[in-house]
């Protein structure tokens, strides 16, 4: 019997990056697979990003093979037919006559943070809200991004999860922090916020000794999210501060892209700036990878037996449930 990861529905509404801005030059093309689909996404000679349905209404072919832009059309590698940013087929260059129907779908696309971010629902509706700007405030006070990147056997519901699982940060990656009741849980409404803010206090280590400080722990929708660490390193007498910021997408109903971009705020000591990065990223790194073991081989219940101490899971799965279709929902509860 075939095991389905999640008996929600495959994927929840929302934003979800589709790809940084900067690798999306103007003139550039790219076949992408997101959301059990085939999609093209590309940038006009004037700047906008487009992400269409990846299939020509001619014949068939794939635009993100081929495809090239041709000022503000994308034109389809084929028999050269273009596609406006709507997705209407603006002109067949050996006919006059257009077919009406030839139109392919154009996604909502919005450019954030210097993410593409892509707007899905499973309706095709239109977006209810926006992911707001995520400064760091002065860039020069932070390193600059670096990245990790995962494709993951596993489903969104899991990978967002685990930043709420207080329990495991102590179990599975060695964390101490302090129990639920000393977590500060923010959401403004439960059924409408798209915002999800956990801040609880965490001890790690391996970072030039014990840092220890409060965490904060954002979500914006289910595809985008950071979390915020200001630690003291008593030992050191280093101020840590660092930000990770996430866009988790689903490629399909059994595999996520994770990209994770983390910033360090620099100390006062130069000579340790370099080493608390490499530290941080490191961390991470194995970090995620230790939960990677556990999401690429688990499944997702929907009636887990949780205890008091398992931290806000069952308050994020309260809030989760305005990003899936109510329907839906409802059958897979009645399942
Ligand atoms: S298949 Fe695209 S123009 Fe013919
Ligand atoms: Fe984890």
């Known amino acids: 019997m075939q095991i389905r990861r999640s008996p929600l529905t495959p994927y929840p509404r929302g934003w979800f990056m589709v790809a940084l801005s900067s ?7 790219k076949p992408l697979r997101y959301f059990g689909q085939e999609l093209v996404l590309f940038r006009t000679q004037e700047g906008r990003a487009q992400l269409f349905d990846a299939y020509c209404q001619h014949l068939g072919a794939h635009l993100g093979h081929g495809g090239r832009v041709v000022g503000e059309h994308l034109q389809c590698p084929f028999h050269h037919w273009e596609y406006d940013c709507s997705g209407k087929c603006a002109k067949v260059p050996y006919a006059d006559k257009i077919p009406p129907g030839a139109r392919v779908r154009s996604w909502p696309v919005e450019e954030v943070n210097g993410m593409v971010l892509a707007w899905y629902h499973e309706a095709e509706g239109e977006p209810t809200w926006h ?3 995520l400064s760091l405030g002065d860039e020069a006070d932070w390193s600059p991004s670096a990245e990790t990147r995962w494709k993951v056997r596993t489903c969104i519901q899991d990978v967002n999860e685990n930043d ?7 179990c599975l990656h060695q964390f101490t922090s302090k129990t639920p009741e000393e977590m500060e849980l923010t959401m403004r ?3 409408l916020d798209i915002r999800f803010t956990l801040v609880s206090n965490l001890e790690s280590f391996g970072m030039a000794g014990t840092a220890k400080g409060p965490i904060d722990t954002t979500k914006f929708g289910l595809g985008i999210g950071w979390v915020r660490y200001a630690a003291e390193i008593a030992d050191a007498g280093i101020t840590l501060g660092t930000r990770t910021l996430g866009a988790t997408t689903p490629i399909d109903e ?3 892209d994770i990209r994770l971009f983390h910033n360090i705020k620099k ?3 130069d000579h340790v700036n370099e080493t608390l990065e490499k530290q941080y990223f490191k ?3 194995e970090t995620v ?3 990677i073991r556990i999401w690429e081989n688990k499944r997702h219940l929907l009636r887990p037996n949780l205890c008091q101490e398992d931290g806000p899971i069952a308050a994020y799965r309260r809030w989760a449930r305005q990003f899936y279709s109510a329907e839906e929902m409802e059958r897979a509860l009645a399942r």
């Open 23 to 29: 690798e999306l030059q103007p003139g550039d093309v």
């Open 131 to 133: 992911v707001p700007s």
């Open 164 to 170: 709420l699982d207080s329990a495991h940060l102590r």
């Open 189 to 191: 409404d439960a059924a």
């Open 254 to 256: 059994d595999y996520v």
């Open 267 to 269: 100390t006062q000591f």
């Open 283 to 285: 961390t991470f790194k």
């Open 289 to 291: 990878d230790q939960d």
